[in-house]
């Protein structure tokens, strides 16, 4: 996610072909890492779900769990935007 940011930013101050590119290519990896841990959040609530008895750490642990994923989904989110807006960018010049 940190390397997809840093060529998103460095595209915008020194336009090139290239960086415009690694950047496409970067926001593209970092969507399917967004969608990869949003399964497995998704198999983790399952394990929640089928737990016979609730203590706890796994309340709180499951909570944690909510606030990744409700970041994991903005991250999926705002990548995607801007996968659009990068391959837009590249096939309007």
Not at 61 to 75: A, D, M, Q, R
Request: aromatic residues 12%; hydrophobic residues 50%.
């Amino acid at each position: 996610f940190l390397l997809s940011g840093i060529f998103t930013v460095l595209f915008e101050r020194r336009r090139s072909r290239s960086l415009m590119t690694c950047s496409i290519v970067l926001n593209i990896l970092s969507a399917c890492s967004a969608v990869i841990g949003l399964l497995l959040l998704c198999l983790e609530f399952l394990a929640y779900a089928l737990a016979k008895k609730s203590i706890w750490p796994h309340r709180a642990g499951k909570i944690l769990s909510n606030y990744l994923f409700l970041f994991t989904l903005l991250e999926l989110c705002v990548t995607s935007t801007l996968i659009n807006w990068l391959y837009k960018a590249k096939h309007s010049r």
